[in-house]
């Protein structure tokens, strides 16, 4: 009797690979709290739950997204011009993913 080997593809778990990442990245990234929507929106009048799903799907391609908390709104603006170009994303998904950073970003008085 012949015995059969199954042999998997580097393409199904590379796949499977790619899924665990993106699930495991998109529940760590937070969602705004109402009053922290409510006063981004005040100020900026941008969807910034689109702003989170832009930095996600794009972001997460390069590197481990990190937590918006990780840095200051100051720090986001700095750090996040340089990636937005290396990303090619347009001007309105790069205003809406910075909005949902520092929107997120750690306050000051958290030091």
Request: positive net charge; contains cysteine; proline residues 4%.
């Amino acid at each position: 009797m012949k015995r059969r080997s199954f042999r998997v593809g580097a393409y199904p778990l590379l796949i499977a690979g790619v899924a665990f990442v993106a699930f495991n990245c998109t529940s760590a990234i937070p969602h705004l709290s109402s009053d922290e929507l409510a006063n981004a929106k005040r100020e900026q009048h941008l969807d910034l739950e689109y702003g989170r799903s832009t930095y996600i799907s794009n972001c997460a391609g390069c590197h481990q997204l990190h937590r918006p908390s990780k840095y200051t709104a100051t720090e986001w603006g700095n750090v996040f011009p340089e990636m937005a170009a290396k990303a090619h994303l347009s001007s309105l998904d790069s205003a809406s993913v910075i909005s949902y950073l520092k929107a997120s970003a750690k306050s000051l008085a958290k030091h």
